[in-house]
């Protein structure tokens, strides 16, 4: 395959929007103190508070080993609260604290930003469009 053809393909483009959007993120959270990945876990937090660490893995695509280690540092750092005795079965309600709230309010308006700029010349037609059309390869690919 030729480069030109490389760069055509579908996948190869989501990819480097996904690589130059990471990128992106991780810089404007690092003076935060926190990665992309802790960023997601404290989205997900705010949504769904309680969450164990297996719900918790499979929102933000990592393993539980992943998870567990993102935890243990977001409750180190105040972000978090873990329970320390189960409620049912084996897992450990995770919720965010005050700090936690205040990091994530900061992180959001960050994250927020980059979006716009990512996608601030697109009409909210093409936004609704782009969002349909990611819909319908994410659904096609299951």
Not at 25 to 37: F, K
Not at 90 to 117: D, K, N, S, Y
Request: hydrophobic residues 35%; positive net charge; proline residues 3%.
């Amino acid at each position: 395959m030729r480069q030109e053809e490389f760069n055509q393909l579908i996948g190869y483009r989501l990819k480097e929007v996904q690589s130059l959007l990471r990128s992106r993120m991780e810089e404007t959270l690092r003076p935060l103190g926190i990665t992309v990945a802790q960023y997601v876990c404290l989205e997900i937090l705010k949504s769904t508070p309680g969450a164990s660490n297996a719900e918790l893995a499979r929102q933000a695509f990592v393993t539980r080993q992943t998870m567990n280690t993102l935890l243990r540092g977001l409750q180190e750092r105040g972000l978090i609260e873990r329970a320390t005795h189960a409620t049912k079965g084996r897992a450990l309600p995770t919720m965010l604290t005050p700090q936690g709230e205040q990091m994530l309010a900061q992180a959001t308006g960050r994250i927020r930003e980059i979006e716009q700029q990512m996608v601030g010349g697109l009409s909210d037609t093409q936004r609704q469009e782009l969002w349909d059309l990611l819909t319908a390869c994410i659904e096609g690919i299951k």
